[in-house]
């Protein structure tokens, strides 16, 4: 896991065992310096947690795939519209409507903000 992530390896020790105990908590807030890079963890825990392979992110499931491309129906990613300073109310107020939603290929949904996009 993060084999391709440049992320700090206490991070990527401790979030490997919550996540093979399976006591990742209902919220995660990754913060760093370079927000592609958190942006990238964030997919990786996410497929993570989506993929059914028993070594998991294998990258060749369809949830996987789907994580990758990010086109997954039950991981939903909010982010900053280009050029926008902010993410909007509006966009808040759908990802509380999609939250009401039951997954549809997995047993979770998962809903990624990312802030601090470019």
């Given at each position: ?33 370079d927000a592609d890079i958190t942006f990238a963890a964030a997919k990786e825990i996410a497929a993570y947690l989506q993929c059914t ?66």
């Amino acid at each position: 896991m993060f084999e391709n992530i440049r992320v700090p390896e206490e991070f990527k020790k401790s979030i490997t065992t919550v996540l093979s105990a399976g006591r990742l908590s209902h919220a995660v807030i990754i913060e760093g310096a370079d927000a592609d890079i958190t942006f990238a963890a964030a997919k990786e825990i996410a497929a993570y947690l989506q993929c059914t392979s028993t070594q998991r992110p294998c990258r060749v499931c369809a949830n996987c795939l789907k994580c990758d491309s990010e086109s997954h129906p039950d991981i939903h990613f909010i982010k900053r519209k280009s050029g926008a300073a902010v993410i909007k109310v509006d966009e808040i107020r759908e990802l509380k409507k999609l939250a009401t939603v039951l997954p549809n290929d997995s047993e979770k949904s998962i809903f990624i903000i990312a802030l601090m996009l470019k």
